[in-house]
């Protein structure tokens, strides 16, 4: 692969393009002709997790290879053996609402903004746009791996949407992919974030294809030898078919997926209002062990939390994906101002204490104008998302 970040941008790319030592943009030449772009998050210490120096280098890139008729395909990619992308880095976010008391902050809306564009970017990008995702993939690293047409998983994998557990809800098109699962698996893994293996995550579609992690580079020389053609359908095509191949030939097999033997007993618990399933959460009794730490992550979760991903589960598959993003950026926004965000991350991220004084101590006691004051848009008519695009 050529690296072309900084000065080193190859000849094809007309336009300078913004850069962070945080990611590395490259190309893979191929037999054809044809390039692939392959972008690599390159924090290995934080877990790949995602600033907004690294949203706004990789929207620049990835505008750039969109429009290159020499690029054929893009690969997403992160450093080190344990995450593709383990989310955003919210330590920002936490400083900067900290500082607002209680004010919705300019960095905010700035950081939730780009980010969810670089979302809607990836799931509306046309070419093929594949995702190794390796070990742990949460909250932002899967809404990257969500926008992907090829979303590949491996042995390793480690997926989540924990963010009830930091006073958030489940973001970055969550309430699209999320809405769009099997009876109320959605819901489920919004209120206890439990972590998906890679057969869980293929049974849900969040994944596509598996392979093992020792794969990966017999995966880019496939790729280099592939017939990539100017037409992308094409193109989707035969990465399909190779990929395809490819896993059928892995020598550590995917396993199975807890949550399709448990469809049932998921749709049995989810049922119901938010305060029903609160009361079943809270006296479940199981001998499986997964279901168990479900059950604690959810009852040590944040009520205010509790309530944005019900009601998140209420849109349903209504709203069309630049509808979700505005729905959840206002919410976003919103939560780090109104929300359990502060303590959230306070205790997880700042102080490490893990023991978060949420605003409110169950469902019941979570008043309808906190709700109210966090969906009303902070932009009033005028918001950023009114043409998405």
Known sequence: ?????????VEHVANQV??????VFQTLATASGKLVGVVTLNVEKALNALDLGMVRAMTAQLNLWKKDPLIACIVLDGSGEKAFCAGGDVRALYHAS???????TEEAKVFFEEEYRLDYLLHTFGKPVLVWGDGIVMG???GLMAGASHRVVTETSRIAMPEVT???????GGSYFLNRMQGKMGLFLGLTAYQLNAADACYVGLADHYLNRDDKELMFDAMATLDWSDTPALNHQRLDSMINELSNQVDIPKGDSVLAESQDI????MAGSLQDIATRMSTLVSEEKWLMKARDTFLAGSPISWHLVYIQGQLGTKLSLAQCFK???TASVNVCAHGDFCEGVRALLIDKDKKPQWRFKDVNSVPTAVLEQILASPWGEAHPFNQLS
């Not at 900290?98 to 919705?104: E, K, L």
Request: net charge negative.
């Open 1 to 9: 692969m050529t690296n072309v970040v900084d000065n080193d941008v």
């Open 18 to 23: 913004t850069t962070t030592q945080n990611v």
């Open 98 to 104: 900290i500082a607002a008391n209680g004010q919705v």
């Open 140 to 142: 932002g690293g899967l």
């Open 166 to 172: 930091i006073g958030l809800y489940p973001d970055v």
């Open 266 to 269: 998921i749709d049995r618990l």
């Open 327 to 329: 729905w959840e950026l």
